[in-house]
């Protein structure tokens, strides 16, 4: 509108400037001849004929070039805007998108539980003769489900304030590589030992981290539980450590089922749940591990991909940045 606003004002004015030097060149050219003094009156009526007739054709000309200019103004004006538009909004209707799906998803997990225990209790209401051992078995089911509500709105809260751009580092500290990654295998060992997966290390450099270390460590300890988890049983689990420049890379590798190229993209988005995992194995979880993951690992200045191919195993890296000497 603006740019149009601004042509067409322009063209009033060139259309003026050409209106009057048209006039006033028609104006000398009619004085020029009615001064020959040996043209006849019929001649001198012809010529003033014509010359009004040039000079409406030369104004109209004007008038429709105009015209013309203004009309390409303004088509390129609109498509030029809606481009822009486009590529404003698109950022912004994507974030839109993932909210709405996020809410989706949030609302669906959170009512299975509580339509689970509904039903439950209701049935039992209804059953006059409900035994104390009945009752109890329906208070244990309960506790599942109230359990389950109580992981995932942990873990939505503690992806909330992960992912608050203002959050920070709280107890930052030098940890080394081996630190965190002994600190992990410790904590999923027993999950482990469950399905008789061994984990082998190989720590190939010693390398510096500044890190929150309960958090890093977190983010590891899910990477393992997920090799575990998707992992079969008596199955290994590599851990890889080696430095790259000012970097350190950390790998972990299983020989689990592996993930489909066309999920990959998806994997580290919260509540994503390869269909693999959701339907076939009916491995439990609710799809935020990866997701909050991937915060922590990038409120360390890191960033983690991952490498996979069904039926031969997946290897996860994460990249974090390396610090200097150990203060201790
Ligand atoms: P959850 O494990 O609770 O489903 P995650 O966010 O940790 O959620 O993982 C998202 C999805 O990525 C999983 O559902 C699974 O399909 C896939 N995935 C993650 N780690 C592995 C792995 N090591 N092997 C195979 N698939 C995996």
Redesign the pocket.
Same mark, same amino acid.
């Given at each position: 509108m603006v740019m149009m606003a601004i042509s067409i004002f322009f063209s009033g004015i060139v259309y003026r400037l050409a209106v009057n030097e048209l006039n006033r060149s028609g104006n000398d050219q009619s004085i020029l001849f009615n001064n020959l003094s040996d043209i006849s009156p019929g001649s001198r009526e012809q010529f003033t004929e014509s010359n009004d007739t040039h000079l409406r054709e030369a104004k109209k000309r004007v008038f429709i070039g105009l015209l013309v200019t203004n009309i390409i103004i303004m088509v390129g004006a609109g498509l030029l805007s809606y481009y822009l538009a486009k590529q404003t909004l698109e950022p912004i209707e994507e974030s839109h998108q993932a909210l709405e799906r996020f809410t989706a998803d949030a609302s669906h997990e959170l009512r299975t539980p509580i339509a689970v225990m509904q039903s439950e209790i209701e049935v039992a209401l209804m059953d006059p003769k409900l035994s104390i051992k009945e009752a109890k078995e329906l208070l244990h089911s309960n506790l599942e489900e109230l359990e389950r509500l109580t992981t995932l709105s942990d873990g939505l809260l503690h992806l909330a304030r992960l992912e608050k751009n203002d959050m920070q580092l709280e107890n930052i500290e030098n940890i080394e590589n081996i630190e965190i990654v002994s600190r992990a295998v410790s904590t999923v060992k027993n999950r482990a030992q469950e399905k008789k997966i061994s984990i082998k290390l190989k720590i190939s450099d010693k390398a510096i981290i500044r890190a929150d270390q309960s958090l890093l460590t977190e983010a590891f300890v899910? %990477?393992l539980?997920?090799?575990i988890? *998707? =992992?079969s049983k008596k199955s290994t689990i590599y851990i890889a450590s080696r430095n790259l420049v000012r970097k350190v890379e950390i790998t @972990?590798t299983?020989k689990?089922?592996? @993930?489909d190229t066309r999920?990959i993209p998806y994997?580290?988005d919260r509540f *994503?749940? /390869?269909?693999? /995992?959701?339907s076939k194995h009916k #491995?439990?979880? *609710?799809? %935020?591990? %990866?997701? #909050?993951?991937k915060s922590i690992i990038e409120l360390h200045a890191g960033h983690i991909k991952?490498v =996979?191919k069904i039926g031969k195993? =997946?290897t996860?890296s994460v990249i974090l940045p390396q610090h200097g000497k150990l203060l201790r």
């Open positions: 899910t %990477l539980d997920n090799a988890k *998707y =992992s @972990i299983d689990g089922p592996g @993930i999920d994997i580290f *994503y749940r /390869a269909d693999r /995992a959701r #491995i439990a979880g *609710y799809g %935020l591990g %990866l997701a #909050i993951a991952v =996979s195993g =997946s996860f």
